[in-house]
Each structure stands twice: as structure tokens, then as C-alpha cells.
């Protein structure tokens, strides 16, 4: 190759390289943001409900990750390299490390008294609401199960059933509620109390560890008994599966939105936080993904079939217990170990 | 056009500087991690070591490990021999057979293995067919290990298949011609001969099934768990970077020393068996 023509085509890949580089900040002016979440359908419904609506009026850009993790936080935090602005995690999360690794929020434009006790932290607004509902295989049972002690009960209801594999999945609750205890009663976990009443239905008991499996076993039925978050319940039944939902004592929780500490664009994480703690986005995802909106003043057009799992229904708040969010931030640690020394052996 | 030998060591640097920065760097940090969070000292191991999950766990995987090892053997042996035996055209054929699960992406063969193994569902139909009703394999021992030979059995295959190409076909006719009969041909010579082939696959087969996740994630109940699931968990769930750092240390290092035992317990072995010092090295 001549001389020039290798300097022209060095050149060129040069500049190809170059402009790769450049970064792309779209229609959007100075404001950016990236948020992350679960991904799939759920966070396209975020950003069609959220996202989306927020960057058109502030003019901001938003660029999605996924999914979220604790430990790339943990990391990002540790090497002072913040990649995430805005995230979706649960509960806990925010209550424990508030101030280490994520930021207090301005509480100057967002109204907490529209949300239900206990889901509004100082560093994280609640933007759904979900239960963990025991569900039943109707084609196993003739005769419904009523209560969670049935769910323990092997003799008159045999069959296979199914838990979160971790231990703040909803099993230790959902055990101590069946051996006896009351609502009122059942923060601080007795977790050895809990631990022993699983180990009674041991020989049935199967577990998942994504939701998508939770799912996935009820439109299979392969199992007969199972603890699943309500947005699942909804898909499976949208899917023809054969199970209904025993309300009683449901676990209430929420999913949240936090901004990560030592994020570079905390004027729009700030910003986007106030819009989704709004009722007009709650009530736009709550009609599009199987969750309920945490705002009081939300009013989704829902269908017949979202209606049913729609968790901020009276009839179902009424039966329902609010997971202690205090309570998980602060043991959560020492629990997943028991869990894990538990679910192994 | 030869290259001098100081030359040559320059040609490997950029593969040295690749594993170095991507490869020793990261794992070299998390155990360090595991040493000095939160404070310079052992008690992340002691932790460790003082939870029976740590030691259960570990030994499960090793006995999982193992029992892949002997179904890739029992299983991917003949086949080997096979390959060696038959014709150019039926080869190929197995040599296509083996490298097609091998291609197909592993999260598609893994969730294939769960319609096939869940409750009611083929696998459970057929076993019922045979006397053995309700039989769910799913969640089980045996569900994950069928899961986990599927995916390292072409690995077996192709390992002893290159290994037994270079035995000289005609050492089985000359024992026969001494006497021999087929089977005592084959049993004192050729066995023998393939053995280090074999101690190669099953050592590839071993260390890889010691790192399985998704498998046995899928595929078994939260009793086969294996350490990667432990290790995970703790990454994921716990944010214990320390402990997952110390984790894979005395994974690393028990990998080793099991090794290291087992190579010294197989040495009189290859020696009993006739192979000379050279060949035991192989």
C-alpha cells in the first residue's frame, strides 16, 4: 500500500473511531439521566408512564439500564464512578443504606401524606404497590383453601407448594402467620419459630428464585400452592392459569425510586423523583403493568381482570399486613445467611 | 523465517497483558478483598469456616463434580472409541452429533431440560411407562446431573477423542496375534494407552462442573445449590464482596489440593498399569 493512501485510511478509521466517541445527547438540551430498573415489559411501562412523559417536559434525555443490582451500587459508590442516576429497588434498600449510598431526597415539592404509612422513606418515594398473595390451583382443589394455615396444611390439601427463595421473599412471614401469630405480633420475625414451621411441609416445598418462574409454575401447574407477587398472579390468569387468590393476610410492599449517592446529574434525578411521586404517572403505569399506584389520589382505568389483583383496593388493604420495612433494612443480612444455611441443607 | 527466542517472549505479551489485566487483576482484588475487609485480618475466613453452609455446600459440589466426571466417562468413553472406529462419513456424523447441543446456546438446552424433567411432563409419563410413578426429576440430584453431562459431555468427548487418535490401532492386532482375544487386547492395551486422555477430559470436566450456576440454579431445588449459587448470592443479595472474594479463595484452593491428591493417587496407578514415566506425564 502507498504511503498516502495508508495515511488516507488511517485517517478514516481514525475519525470513525472518533466520532463513536462523541456522545449522543439526542433532542434533549443539558438535562440527563439514566435510569434503571428491572427491564422488559415492566420498565418499558415505566418509561412510557414516567420517563418518557417527564424528559418531553424538562427537555432531558434518559437512557435506560438494567437490571438493578446491589451489588454494581455497592461498587459504582466504592470507586466513586456513578453510572446510575435514578433507581428502582425495593424498599428495604433505600431505608438501610440512606445517606451511604443513596442521596436524601428535597421533600420541598413532594406531598408524602398522599402515600400509605410506612412507604415514604428519607431517601425513597414509593411509585407502586404489590402484594405477595397466596394463590391456589383450582383444578387441584375442589374445596378452597382459607387461610394460610391450610397452605401447612398436608392432609387436606396435599400437593406441591411453592416460596420465594429469600428469606425476605414473604416465607417467614407467611410461616409465623400459619403457626399462630398475630398481625400485630409478627415484627421482630421469630425466625427459628419460622424455620421450624417450614421444615413441617419441607418434603412438598419447592422454590422459586425469578418471578418469571413463579409465573411460569402456575401456567404449568406444576404446582399446587404458591406465594407470588400480584403482578404475577395477574399474567398467569391472563394466560388461562387455573388459580385464584387467597387474600387474607397478603404482604403488602412497594417498589421504589432512589437516587444513587454521588450522582452526577442529581438536579434531574431530583426533578424526575417529584414527577413520578405524582399521581397523573402512577395511574398511566398502573394501567399498563399489573401493579397498583401508590399515590391515594390515582385513579387507573382498569380492566375487569386488573381490577382483581389491584392491591390498593379496599377490600384487599383491608386483609392486608405492610411489611416492616425498618425491620428488613435492618436484619436483612443476618436473615439471607439463615436462609441460605437453611434452604441448602 | 525463525524467530529468536527472546523475540518470541515479546509475542506473548499481549495475551499476558490481557489475562494479567482482565483476569488476574479482578480476582487478585477480591481475594485481597477478603483479607482486608474490614480490617486486615483472617476473620472473614473464620466466618467461613465456622458455617457448616460453607463446608456442606463445597462438598456437594465436589460430589457433584465427581459424578459428572463418571457419567462423562461412562457415557462419553464408548462414544470416543466409537468415533475411532467407524468410517469417515459416520465421524463426521458423531462429531456433528456431539458439537450441536455444544452450539445450541445453554440457556435454551437448560430450559428445554425443565419442560422435559417438571411434574407431569415427559420424562415423569416415560418413567411412569417403566413402573416408576410420580417420579418428578426436577428439583432432584439427578435432574441437575442430567442437565450438567448434557453440557459437558462434548466436552469429554472431544478431549479423549483427540487423545485416543494417536493410539496405534495395529498394538490391538499384535496382541491378538500374540494371543489375545479381542477383549484381553483391549483391556491390557488400548484401555491403558487411553487412560491419560481420559484423566485429561475428566479433569476439564471436573473444574468446569465446579463452577456451574445456571444448571443446577434451574435445574435443582435450593438443596443441590452449588458454591457459584452461594458465591452469587452473597454478591448479589448480601453485597459481601469479602466474603465472596474468601469463598472463591477456598474454592481455588481446595480445587487444587483435590487435584494435587488425585494426581498423586493415580501416578502408582498409571505405574501399575504398565505406562512408562513419560507417558504418565502426558
Known amino acids: 500500500m502507498r504511503t498516502t493512501t495508508r495515511l488516507g485510511a488511517l485517517a478514516a478509521a481514525g475519525a470513525l473511531v472518533l466520532s463513536g466517541c462523541a456522545a449522543d445527547n439526542g433532542a434533549g438540551g443539558d438535562l440527563t439521566l439514566v435510569f434503571t430498573s428491572y427491564g422488559s415489559a415492566y420498565q418499558q411501562a415505566q418509561n412510557d408512564a414516567m420517563t418518557t412523559p417527564w424528559a418531553e417536559s424538562v427537555g432531558a434525555t434518559v437512557i435506560n439500564d438494567e437490571p438493578t443490582s446491589y451489588a454494581r451500587i455497592q461498587q459504582m459508590v466504592d470507586a466513586g464512578q456513578i453510572e446510575w442516576d435514578v433507581v428502582d429497588t425495593e424498599p428495604f434498600f433505600p431505608v438501610a443504606n440512606c445517606g451511604t449510598l443513596v442521596e436524601e431526597l428535597d421533600f420541598t415539592n413532594i406531598d408524602t401524606s398522599k402515600f400509605p404509612e410506612g412507604t415514604v422513606s428519607p431517601c425513597s418515594i414509593p411509585i407502586l404497590q404489590y402484594s405477595t398473595v397466596m394463590m391456589y390451583n383450582t383444578d387441584t382443589y375442589d374445596v378452597a383453601p382459607t387461610s394460610y394455615e391450610d397452605f401447612f396444611d398436608l392432609e387436606n390439601f396435599p400437593g406441591v407448594r411453592s416460596v420465594p427463595n429469600w428469606g425476605a421473599g414473604g416465607a417467614l412471614e407467611l410461616a409465623l402467620l400459619a403457626d399462630g401469630v398475630a398481625p400485630e405480633s409478627l415484627y421482630p420475625l421469630d425466625v427459628d419459630r419460622a424455620f421450624a414451621k417450614l421444615d413441617t411441609i419441607r418434603d412438598s416445598l419447592v422454590f422459586w428464585n425469578t418471578s418469571s418462574e413463579s409465573q411460569q409454575a402456575m401456567e404449568d401447574g406444576t404446582v399446587d400452592l404458591t406465594f407470588v407477587w400480584s403482578g404475577r398472579a395477574y399474567e398467569a390468569e391472563n394466560n388461562g392459569a387455573a388459580f385464584e387468590p387467597m387474600w387474607e393476610n397478603n404482604l403488602i410492599a412497594w417498589a421504589t425510586l432512589s437516587i444513587i449517592k454521588g450522582s452526577p446529574n442529581l438536579e434531574a434525578a431530583q426533578s424526575f423523583i417529584e414527577y413520578a411521586a405524582t399521581a397523573e404517572p402512577q395511574a398511566r403505569f398502573a394501567e399498563l403493568q399489573p401493579y397498583s399506584p401508590a399515590h391515594a389520589d390515582a385513579q387507573p382505568e382498569l380492566s375487569e381482570l386488573q381490577q382483581k389483583y389491584n392491591v390498593a383496593d379496599t377490600a384487599i388493604q383491608s386483609q392486608a399486613i405492610v411489611t416492616d420495612v425498618q425491620f428488613w433494612a435492618d436484619n436483612s443480612a443476618e436473615i439471607e445467611e439463615l436462609w441460605a444455611a437453611w434452604s441448602t441443607s | ?282
Open chain 2, 1 to 282: 523465517m525463525t524467530i529468536p527466542a527472546r523475540w518470541a517472549v515479546l509475542l506473548l505479551l499481549p495475551a499476558l497483558a490481557m489475562t494479567g489485566a482482565f483476569f488476574l487483576v479482578p480476582i487478585g482484588d477480591i481475594i485481597v478483598r477478603s483479607f482486608t475487609e474490614p480490617v486486615v485480618g483472617l476473620q472473614v475466613y473464620e466466618r467461613l469456616f465456622a458455617d457448616p453452609t460453607t463446608w456442606r455446600v463445597l462438598g456437594r459440589t465436589f460430589a457433584t463434580g465427581a459424578l459428572t466426571v463418571l457419567l462423562c466417562i461412562a457415557l462419553g468413553y464408548p462414544y470416543a472409541y466409537l468415533m475411532t472406529l467407524v468410517g469417515p462419513t459416520m465421524r463426521t456424523i458423531l462429531i456433528v452429533l456431539v458439537l450441536v447441543p455444544f452450539w445450541t446456546s445453554l440457556m435454551a438446552r437448560t430450559f428445554a431440560w425443565i419442560s422435559l424433567l417438571q411434574r407431569d411432563g415427559p420424562v415423569s409419563a416415560l418413567l411412569a411407562a417403566f413402573g416408576l410413578p410420580g417420579v418428578t426429576l426436577l428439583g432432584t440430584l439427578p435432574g441437575v446431573l442430567i442437565g450438567m453431562v448434557q453440557i459437558l459431555l462434548p466436552y469429554f468427548v472431544l478431549t479423549v477423542y483427540a487423545g485416543i487418535l494417536g493410539i496405534d490401532r495395529r498394538l490391538i492386532t499384535a496382541a491378538m496375534s500374540l494371543g489375545a482375544n479381542r477383549f484381553r487386547a483391549f483391556l491390557q492395551v488400548y484401555l491403558p494407552l487411553s487412560v491419560p486422555a481420559v484423566i485429561a477430559a475428566s479433569a476439564l470436566v471436573f473444574i468446569l462442573a465446579l463452577g456451574f450456576y445456571i444448571t443446577p440454579q434451574l435445574l435443582g431445588s435450593p438443596q443441590e445449590s452449588l458454591i457459584a449459587q452461594v458465591i452469587g448470592v452473597r454478591v448479589e443479595r448480601l453485597v459481601d464482596f469479602a466474603g465472596a472474594g474468601g469463598l472463591s479463595a477456598i474454592l481455588l484452593v481446595s480445587t487444587a489440593l483435590l487435584l494435587g491428591i488425585v494426581g498423586l493417587v493415580f501416578r502408582p496407578i498409571l505405574r501399575a498399569l504398565g505406562l512408562s514415566r513419560a507417558e504418565v506425564r502426558a
